[in-house]
């Protein structure tokens, strides 16, 4: 079974810093490309960005270029959402997600449960 | 990249037909056939239901169905049921080599 499990709700200071993890399983992770989805609270989901763990190719969204960091460790099937400074902002659900991409198709198929992030002085 | 445009709100009657539109720009939705569907039940994730413009994942119901023509997806939902009753997000590739999301709708099962 193709599952990927998030980390656990975060609440943090406006300011600090802060790794979200995303681990796969059921699957190849190194073939698939991998990415976050931010939903805002009772707002519409926003497409952030992704990764292709095999060569760690990299794509954002203009809207979070700069903003966050996207990266994935093959040895233990895990990608991550980071921010260095964060922002009240930044307060979301975040969802990771597989994307079938290549082959003739671009989507969604597998995401995470979500986790939420609270960003609050 | 701005979000793709859909009604905020749609209603139907169980047993009634309906359809969500979906409308972007050539850079998006018009330029490729990359155009996918979620359902999202509150306090839920997302869940895939269509890909590549019309084709339904295994285990998805055979009432939603979805087309495009030109810059504008449509999601026909046929046989309305309660269990319909979610929002529901249009996604496309883009020219950017990104994907877009749409503005989101919810059904409401009247």
């Known amino acids: 079974e193709v599952r990927l499990v998030q980390s656990g709700a975060e609440v943090k200071k406006p300011g600090e810093s802060l790794r979200i993890s995303c681990e796969a399983s059921g699957y190849s992770f190194n073939t698939y490309w991998i990415g976050w989805v931010r939903q805002m609270p009772g707002k519409g989901l926003e497409w952030m960005g992704i990764i292709y763990p095999g060569d760690s190719d990299t794509r954002y969204s203009p809207s979070f270029q700069g903003q966050v960091t996207i990266s994935a460790d093959t040895s233990s099937t895990t990608a991550y959402l980071q921010w260095s400074s964060l922002k009240v902002s930044d307060t979301a659900m975040y969802y990771c997600?597989?994307?079938?991409?290549?082959?003739?198709?671009?989507?969604?198929?597998?995401w995470g449960k979500g986790t939420t992030v609270t960003v609050s002085s | 990249q701005s979000a793709l445009t859909q009604p905020a709100s749609v209603s139907g009657s169980p047993g009634q037909a309906i359809t969500i539109s979906c409308t972007g720009t050539s850079s998006d939705v018009g330029g490729y056939k990359y155009v996918s569907w979620y359902q999202q039940h509150p306090g839920k994730a997302p869940k895939l239901m269509i890909y590549d413009v019309s084709n339904r994942p295994s285990g998805v119901s055979y009432r939603f169905s979805a087309s495009k023509s030109g810059n504008t997806a449509s999601l026909t939902i046929s046989g309305l049921q309660a269990e319909d009753e979610a929002d529901y997000y249009c996604?496309?590739?883009?020219?950017?080599?990104?994907?877009?999301f749409g503005t989101g709708t919810k059904v409401t099962v009247v």
């Open positions: 996604s496309s590739y883009t020219s950017s080599s990104s994907y877009v």
């Open positions: 997600a597989r994307h079938e991409e290549g082959s003739g198709s671009n989507y969604m198929d597998v």
